[in-house]
C-alpha cells in the first residue's frame, strides 16, 4: 500500500483553506453575475459584509486625472468595498467600470485590495464578439498587480489581442480609471 508523504497533504490543506487564488474570476472565462463575481472578489477574500458607494468624477477632476495620469475618467463609478468581521476593516474593493466596446457595452469588475493593486477582474457585460479572448485569463492576468502610476499602453504595457485592438484598449482603459478612482478617493 503506497502512502502519500504528509507534506503533500498539508499543502493541498493550506491551498483549501487559503481560499481562491489571484484572478480567480478572471480564470472564469465568462461573464459573471454581479452577485457572483462580487462573492468570488470580496466576500471569498475576508469579507462578512458589502457597502456600495457612488462615486462621481466631474468634468474638473477627470481633466486632473488626464494631467496626472494620462487617463479621461469623467463618469459615475459604482464601488463596492468588502467589510471585515471587525467592521471597519476594508478587505477588498471592486470598481464597476462602463466602457464602450468596439459592438456593444462592456461592463468590467476591477477588484483592488487595500494597497491599491488589482487582484481580480470579470466581466458583467460583454458586448464584442470578435473581442472575446480579453474574456480569457491570458489577457487578464496582465493586470493583476497594476496600481496607480503603471503604464496601461496597449502594444506597449499591455499585450492586446489581435484582431480586437479596440477592445484591447476599451478594456485597459477601463482598468486604469478604476485604480485611478481608487486612488484618489478610496485609498
Do not use: C
Request: aromatic share 10%; no cysteine; charged share 20%.
Amino acid at each position: 500500500m503506497r502512502h502519500t508523504p504528509v507534506f503533500v497533504i498539508v499543502f493541498l490543506a493550506a491551498l483549501f483553506v487559503a481560499g481562491p487564488a489571484l484572478g480567480q474570476v478572471a480564470k472564469m472565462n465568462e461573464i459573471v453575475s454581479m452577485k457572483d463575481g462580487l462573492k468570488e472578489m470580496l466576500q471569498n477574500h475576508g469579507a462578512a459584509s458589502l457597502k456600495k458607494v457612488s462615486i462621481t468624477v466631474d468634468a474638473e477632476k477627470a481633466k486632473q486625472f488626464a494631467q496626472t495620469y494620462g487617463v479621461e475618467a469623467e463618469g459615475v463609478y459604482t464601488v463596492y468595498q468588502g467589510i471585515g468581521a471587525d467592521k471597519s476593516t476594508v478587505t477588498g474593493t471592486v470598481i464597476v467600470v462602463n466602457e464602450e466596446g468596439k459592438e456593444g457595452p462592456l461592463q468590467i469588475l476591477v477588484a483592488i485590495n487595500p494597497e491599491g493593486k488589482i487582484y481580480d477582474m470579470g466581466f458583467t457585460v460583454f458586448g464584442e464578439d470578435h473581442g472575446k479572448s480579453a474574456l480569457g485569463w491570458s489577457f487578464l492576468k496582465q493586470f493583476m498587480d497594476k496600481k496607480p502610476g503603471d503604464a496601461f499602453v496597449v502594444g506597449n504595457d499591455v499585450d492586446g489581442i489581435s484582431g480586437a485592438t479596440w477592445t484591447s484598449n476599451s478594456v485597459s482603459q477601463g482598468t486604469e480609471k478604476a485604480v485611478v478612482v481608487f486612488a484618489e478617493f478610496l485609498k
